[in-house]
């Protein structure tokens, strides 16, 4: 006949005194917020000095009322129980996609489960210190240019301008007996949601030379 067990054995490989539960009696079922988790003793005695380590203690003072099924109730949101509860299965912080780290960390400190808490908030401060990502936008400039300063222009754009577009506007002056076309150079550059109204501003005026090029 098996002996009782005084010890818990938690998930990473650490003892717990004063456990008082039997091998054949580890099933506790919850019933968080309308959905039930089943999970073992072993599982929630992994943090001694948290609600749920004392929830599953026999002579625990602490008052938890049982549905019909038995399972024990706690009115907290059951989303965020989840990665709680997965916590204290494996160790490790897993937050799906859609659910807030604050969140998280109110139920974390409900349950006063300490180094959840830690994680929690290392996690969030990892989060605030991430360089949010700006907004772009795409500036144009537009530069004239005689025929024979297209390709020493072009070669030296520098700062981040691209070339966008040639247009040809035609000869506008003689030199000698040659005629020397004209251009207008459109050039692009990407700027962050920082930028100011000025810089801005030849957006659409290269727009409307582009349009005023193309009818040439």
């Known amino acids: 006949m098996a002996s009782p067990m005084n010890d818990c054995q938690v998930d990473g490989g650490e003892t717990i005194n004063s456990c008082n539960m039997r091998t054949n009696n ?4 919850l019933n968080v917020g309308g959905t039930y988790f089943l999970t073992t003793k072993t599982t929630l005695c992994r943090d001694p000095n948290s609600f749920l380590f004392r929830l599953c203690q026999e002579d625990s003072e602490l ?3 049982r549905d019909d099924t038995g399972a024990y109730l706690v009115d907290r949101d059951p989303t965020y129980f989840s990665p709680v509860l997965n916590y204290l299965r494996h160790g490790k912080l897993v937050i799906d996609n859609g659910l807030a780290e604050e969140g998280v960390l109110e139920e974390a400190e ?9 994680l929690t908030k290392e996690r969030i401060c990892q989060r605030d210190s991430r360089p949010q990502k700006e907004a772009r936008k795409h500036v144009f400039r537009v530069l004239q240019c005689h ?7 072009v070669s030296t754009l520098s700062d981040g301008w691209k070339f966008e577009q040639l247009i040809n506007i035609g000869s506008q002056y003689t030199y000698g007996h040659d005629e020397h076309a004209e251009f207008l150079c459109v050039v692009s550059r990407e700027y962050g949601a920082t930028l100011n109204s000025v810089e801005s501003e030849p957006t659409d005026r290269a727009k ?4 005023k090029g193309s009818r040439m």
Not at 147 to 153: A, G, K, W
């Open 26 to 29: 580890q099933w506790v079922r």
């Open 63 to 65: 008052i938890s009322d």
């Open 110 to 118: 409900f349950y006063n489960i300490t180094e959840l808490i830690r």
């Open 147 to 153: 025929e024979d300063e297209l390709t020493q222009m």
């Open 208 to 211: 409307v030379l582009q349009q």
